[in-house]
């Protein structure tokens, strides 16, 4: 937490005190569960919140849920960082898992606005396939972060950054049917 | 993977960010449901002790920094209140021959960490009594459409009257100029205004509005969930009763 001390505005610490007190326990957890070590989900929290304190301003609301869930998400992006060293391998296949998609669902873009009623539906299944999807395009689509940002955020390289986005982006438009294949 | 050059794939693409990002969204819901699910067990998670340390030294330690801080910027605004009410004063006491004899009020601001005291402090060579006593009665004669005067307390020194409409609610409040006011100012935004010729605060906190001003004898409050120019309106409409 002394790490905290490395920023100078006021009000943005204390946005994060807050931030801290209320989701401190929830992050924690949210690594304990991908790294199951206690200490390190603590190191890795401690983290989360210097690399969003960037992010925060003066008069960001501490208390909206897309603080919250950015805070979720990077969380769960370093966790799998430390997850894959550990591992020494990433999770699956890239290739392995976009074979998972069935072919059957490629659909029309206009069939795409019908299904939105299940969009929870598709970013569980889409979160399944593949943890770093969702949340790469989540910081990409939802929170509007540019690459660079995103790379900072998730401790890798813009290059990488891109690659994944392109990829999550095809696995999704696969699941929802708006892209055909290429080849 | 998308052909920009192509405008049929500019629309699409578009589509398709939508869809993305609607996606997006629904994935934070998921995941912060996930934490609601599971809120038993994240409640049973103790932090260690070397972590909870550590937090709780590095933000009391910025809390009393900001504390110092807070109360520097309201030092620096007091002195700039205080000259200007003394000022005021003056210049109200210049004018009129019986003001001569009446009291030259220090309006003296006081600023705590979440409360902000309001008072006047005598600081004439010589006091009178009889002004500091109360000896009227004051009320507004205009309240929001809809408002009816509730209740009214009168425990001496202190008048209060309670107008409400509903579940709207908004309280004038009177007392003698001696009386100490201890408002909420923490995370409120507090202005100079003036109600006639007396210089008083506006003090505005989410959709709570407080005006709080005085005159040669008194100092009033009006506190409600009123928006400030409709209040600004009542105060502006305080007579003294025949």
Known sequence: ?183 | MRDKSHPMETETDRLQDTVIRAIGEAHVENLLDDLERNHGLIEKIELSEATKRSAEIFFEKDRRKRKGSTIHRFNKNRAAIFLLVLLGVFSITSLSVKAIRTKVFDYVVKVSDTFTKFSLTDVSPSSDPELNAKTEYYYPTKIPAGFTLMEKYDTGDIITLIYTKGNERFSFTQTPSYADYQLDTEDAMVEKIYVGEYEGFLITKKNRTKIFWHNDSSMFLLDGHVDPETLLKVANSVVKKP
Do not use: W
């Not at chain 1, 603080?67 to 370093?78: A, F, P």
């Not at chain 1, 990409?140 to 990488?160: H, P, Q």
């Open chain 1, 1 to 183: 937490m002394l790490f905290l001390s490395v920023i100078e505005n006021d009000i943005v610490k204390a946005h994060l005190e807050e931030l801290y007190l209320m989701y401190a326990k929830e992050l924690v957890y949210t690594s304990y569960r991908i790294i199951h070590d206690y200490h390190e989900a603590e190191d890795i929290v401690q983290t989360a919140f210097i690399k969003v304190s960037t992010y925060i301003g003066e008069n960001t609301d501490v208390k909206c849920n897309k603080i919250r869930g950015l805070l979720v998400i990077i969380v769960r992006r370093l966790s799998y960082n430390v997850y894959n060293k550990r591992k020494k391998q990433n999770n699956i296949s890239i290739d392995l898992m976009e074979d998972t998609i069935c072919d059957d669902k490629i659909l029309s873009p206009e069939t795409n606005i019908l299904r939105l009623d299940d969009r929870k539906k598709i970013a569980d299944m889409l979160d399944s396939i593949n943890k770093n999807y969702m949340d790469i395009l989540t910081l990409k689509y939802v929170y509007d972060f540019s690459d660079g940002v995103i790379a900072k955020l998730l401790d890798t390289t813009e290059g990488n950054v891109r690659t994944k986005l392109s990829r999550a982006r095809k696995a999704c438009l696969k699941i929802m049917g708006g892209e055909k294949d290429e080849g």
